[in-house]
């Protein structure tokens, strides 16, 4: 029997498919999606691009519209979700899936969308380049997709709109996976591979360079304390995980 849900993922693969979602509101068993958009990445490369808005059968509230300018015009023609749902699991396949905050949210209205819609599963494996930010790059003030965008100098213009969204991501995950082939001296994981966050905070290799905290999905580093050497998260202070070494 098929898997029902992926595991979250902390780490590079250079075959993935990158997603993301506009909805008309933050709850994915009340609010709807309107919008997806995701980008097939083949050896760090796009290679494919999928999006469609989604007739929700309901108004939007101006509060949506206002971030994300999707209007009940736009959409008054789209295909329902079970369609376009549909056709967008057709395309992301059994690849990786990679999106900003999906973990919490993208995610959750995929699982239900799904559930309700095509009675069926999503096991795809995901990464959350929010968790991963948070260990790559532990000095930013916000981990925002527009605030990693812009500490690697990529465009932001267009934002909030989920095809743009997709290719902010994909160039931000591909910028965080050089600084872990830095940090690790690997080149990421092939495609359909990846290392399940475990319980103890290491990688299913075991080596301290994938260790990764289980709480939050940052790097742990090795440091030492008034009580001797401790693994503490590249996070802290936003994440105070420790255990011993």
């Known amino acids: 029997m098929a898997k029902e849900k992926g595991k979250r993922l902390n780490l590079y693969a250079k075959d993935y498919v990158v997603f993301d979602l506009e909805t008309t ?36 509230p101006y509060a949506a519209s206002r971030v994300n300018g999707i209007t009940d015009r736009m959409v008054q023609d789209a295909p329902v979700l079970k369609d376009a749902l549909e056709r967008f699991l057709d395309f992301a396949g059994k690849d990786i899936l990679v999106g900003h905050n999906i973990h919490t949210f993208d995610m959750l209205f995929l699982y239900n969308g799904a559930a309700r819609v095509l009675k069926r599963a999503v096991p795809n494996d995901y990464v959350d380049t929010l968790y991963m930010a948070r260990g790559c790059l ?49 080149d990421g994981v092939g495609s359909g591979a990846g290392r399940e966050i475990g319980q103890n905070g ?31 998260c590249s996070a802290y202070p936003g994440c105070r995980y420790t255990r011993n070494a």
């Open 138 to 186: 532990p000095g930013l003030y916000r981990y925002r997709l527009t605030d990693l965008a812009a500490h690697f100098g990529i465009d932001t213009k267009g934002a909030h709109r989920a095809l743009k969204d997709c290719d902010m991501n994909r160039q931000c995950y591909e910028c965080m996976g050089k600084l872990l082939e830095k940090r690790t001296g690997q």
């Open 25 to 60: 509101g933050l709850s994915p068993e009340a609010d709807e999606i309107i919008e997806i958009s995701g980008i097939r990445v083949r050896e760090g490369k796009a290679a494919e691009e999928f999006s469609t808005l989604v007739n929700p059968g309901r108004p939007i």
């Open 202 to 232: 290491m990688g299913a290799a075991g080596t301290e360079a994938e260790a990764v905290c289980p709480k939050c999905g940052g790097i742990l580093v090795k440091r030492k304390g008034k009580f001797g050497a401790f693994w503490g």
